[in-house]
């Protein structure tokens, strides 16, 4: 197991996690001035304490923001608040989730390990940065219902949480929506920036294309699977398999939380109306 350390202008970071049948299972982390953005899963505690305590000596870290409620990003929440003695903020949506726990799937704790639950605060539209300049909460649901990036305008960069994660996707979550997610994506590409810290990709440089790449190709993918299901009259396991072929590994690893067949069925939500209309 091999943590990865990240350098990038004003921000460290830290990717840390289980490399598994050839699954990227690295969560990041971010510092940058005095916030910490994110917390990584609670099985990777050690390594994000030493990252922790490292840029506290440093920097003074005196904020901990967290994008949203999955256990990659909020695990380690309620141990850095007693270690660097800070406040932890989160987006409202995810306030009850974080409070009560939630459950999760067999291998989400395998993966990622169990959180302890925390009283978090709710994240302002906007703070201060340590420099003066201003970073900004930009809710971007789709992944989750709950899930905020934050923007740092001066500095060009975008804390994207797990919006981008990868150009084509193959796969979704059971939670997750894709229009929802393509909607998201086009507004946040209405502002300022160049570069994307992604939290499982680490740094990507053109960040702003690589989500411009994404929400094409999922819009072009939602447009086909539109019309194989209202005109062609295709159901959506033959879709499925027609575009993307059979279940992977991530299906069978996952319980089918993660499936081609989510991400198929996800594409023809906005449309629901309409499609009960052609049925
Ligand atoms: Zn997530």
Same mark, same amino acid.
């Given at each position: 197991?091999?943590?990865?350390?990240?350098?990038?202008?004003?921000?460290?970071?830290?990717?840390?996690?289980?490399?598994?049948?050839?699954?990227? +299972?690295?969560? #990041?982390?971010?510092?940058?001035? @005095? *916030? &910490?953005?994110?917390? $990584?899963?609670?099985?990777?505690?050690?390594?994000?304490?030493?990252?922790?305590?490292?840029?506290?000596?440093?920097?003074?870290?005196?904020?901990?923001?967290?994008?949203?409620?999955?256990?990659?990003?909020?695990?380690?929440?309620?141990?850095?608040?007693?270690?660097?003695?800070?406040?932890?903020?989160?987006?409202?949506?995810?306030?009850?989730?974080?409070?009560?726990?939630?459950?999760?799937?067999?291998?989400?704790?395998?993966?990622?390990?169990?959180?302890?639950?925390?009283?978090?605060?709710?994240?302002?539209?906007? +703070?201060?940065? #340590?420099?003066?300049?201003?970073? @900004? *909460? &930009?809710?971007?649901? $789709?992944?989750?219902?709950?899930?905020?990036?934050?923007?740092?305008?001066?500095?060009?960069?975008?804390?994207?949480?797990?919006?981008?994660?990868?150009?084509?996707?193959?796969?979704?979550?059971?939670?997750?929506?894709?229009?929802?997610?393509?909607?998201?994506?086009?507004?946040?590409?209405?502002?300022?920036?160049?570069?994307?810290?992604?939290?499982?990709?680490?740094?990507?440089?053109?960040?702003?294309?690589?989500?411009?790449?994404?929400?094409?190709?999922?819009?072009?993918?939602?447009?086909?699977?539109?019309?194989?299901?209202?005109?062609?009259?295709?159901?959506?396991?033959?879709?499925?398999?027609?575009?993307?072929?059979?279940?992977?590994?991530?299906?069978?690893?996952?319980?089918?939380?993660?499936?081609?067949?989510?991400?198929?069925?996800?594409?023809?939500?906005?449309?629901?109306?309409?499609?009960?209309?052609?049925?």
């Amino acid at each position: 197991m091999s943590n990865e350390r990240i350098t990038y202008g004003p921000v460290e970071g830290l990717r840390a996690g289980r490399y598994g049948l050839g699954l990227n +299972l690295k969560a #990041a982390c971010y510092r940058i001035g @005095r *916030t &910490l953005i994110d917390t $990584g899963p609670p099985n990777q505690w050690r390594a994000v304490r030493r990252f922790a305590i490292e840029q506290d000596e440093e920097h003074g870290i005196d904020r901990v923001l967290l994008t949203h409620h999955h256990e990659d990003h909020a695990g380690n929440a309620a141990r850095l608040r007693e270690l660097l003695d800070v406040p932890v903020y989160a987006p409202e949506k995810s306030l009850d989730r974080l409070r009560r726990g939630i459950s999760l799937e067999t291998y989400r704790w395998i993966v990622w390990g169990r959180p302890r639950p925390i009283e978090a605060e709710p994240v302002p539209e906007s +703070l201060t940065l #340590a420099d003066g300049t201003s970073l @900004r *909460t &930009l809710p971007a649901p $789709g992944h989750t219902d709950d899930m905020v990036c934050y923007l740092a305008p001066a500095h060009d960069l975008l804390f994207a949480a797990d919006l981008y994660v990868t150009r084509r996707p193959e796969y979704l979550r059971m939670d997750e929506h894709a229009p929802r997610l393509i909607e998201s994506i086009h507004n946040v590409l209405e502002h300022d920036f160049d570069t994307v810290l992604c939290s499982h990709q680490g740094v990507v440089e053109d960040g702003r294309q690589a989500l411009a790449d994404k929400v094409k190709y999922m819009e072009a993918l939602c447009g086909v699977v539109r019309r194989r299901y209202r005109y062609d009259k295709l159901a959506v396991p033959e879709i499925t398999d027609e575009i993307l072929g059979r279940e992977g590994m991530l299906y069978w690893m996952t319980g089918g939380d993660f499936s081609k067949h989510n991400l198929i069925a996800s594409c023809l939500d906005e449309v629901a109306d309409a499609s009960a209309i052609v049925d």
